[in-house]
T-cell receptor, first 111, second 115 residues
Framework: GQSLEQPSEVTAVEGAIVQINCTYQ??????LSWYQQHDGGAPTFLSY????GLEETGRFSSFLSRSDSYGYLLLQELQMKDSASYFC????????????FGSGTQLTVLP | KAGVTQTPRYLIKTRGQQVTLSCSPI?????VSWYQQTPGQGLQFLFE???????NKGNFPGRFSGRQFSNSRSEMNVSTLELGDSALYLC??????????????FGEGSRLTVL
């Protein structure tokens, strides 16, 4: 089967840096994605890693280590609007369009 | 470019009824997936359609079904509703099969309450 683990809650202050970890167990791993979801809103795509290393997109970066079955999302210069749920999701070879999501991390940014 | 549109946004049904939810993908997107989101189970994959054909199916009972039309619009149906079907049903689209490297474009969902 497949499983993903990520922390349920993270709290940080404005301007800080926060890292949300995700460990996964899946056969046929293809890639790791990250999504942000504000309360009552649509999940929005943040980043995707298929190869080991760091991908940077503005204030957000994502890292993947395939050998460790581990990835993280790094949020820098936190803003109040970053308060949301963050989901990691794996895709598998042969069904790359089907994502299996983690249970989500609720990030609260304090002033 | 308009985003993914789902209708209705909110609906209330009673046990035993059936419901049909609609999804219009982003123009030009041919792949449509459906996910169920609940507080207890998180986001779970229901099924995915491409070119009017179901390509993948999640672990849901046969009461959950879907289809895709030639214009890529999709519908999902849940028959004989149960209390546990109360959830946010999310539709997501992407341009083509195997494209986008994990990027799905989600609609805001249809929130179903079963009484």
């Amino acid at each position: 089967g497949q499983s993903l683990e990520q922390p349920s809650e993270v709290t940080a202050v404005e301007g800080a840096i926060v890292q949300i970890n995700c460990t996964y167990q899946t056969s046929g791993f293809y890639g790791l994605s990250w999504y942000q979801q504000h309360d009552g809103g649509a999940p929005t795509f943040l980043s995707y890693n298929a190869l080991d290393g760091l991908e940077e997109t503005g204030r957000f970066s994502s890292f993947l280590s395939r050998s460790d079955s581990y990835g993280y999302l790094l949020l820098q210069e936190l803003q109040m609007k970053d308060s949301a749920s963050y989901f990691c999701a794996v895709s598998r070879s042969g069904s790359a369009r089907q994502l299996t999501f983690g249970s989500g991390t609720q990030l609260t940014v304090l002033p | 470019k308009a985003g993914v549109t789902q209708t209705p946004r909110y609906l209330i049904k009673t046990r035993g009824q059936q419901v049909t939810l609609s999804c219009s993908p982003i123009s030009g997107h041919r792949s449509v997936s459906w996910y169920q989101q609940t507080p207890g189970q998180g986001l779970q994959f229901l099924f995915e359609y491409f070119s009017e054909t179901q390509r993948n199916k999640g672990n849901f009972p046969g009461r959950f079904s879907g289809r895709q039309f030639s214009n890529s619009r999709s519908e999902m149906n849940v028959s004989t509703l149960e209390l546990g079907d109360s959830a946010l049903y999310l539709c997501a689209s992407r341009p083509a099969a195997g494209s986008g490297g994990g990027e799905l474009f989600f609609g805001e969902g249809s929130r179903l309450t079963v009484l």
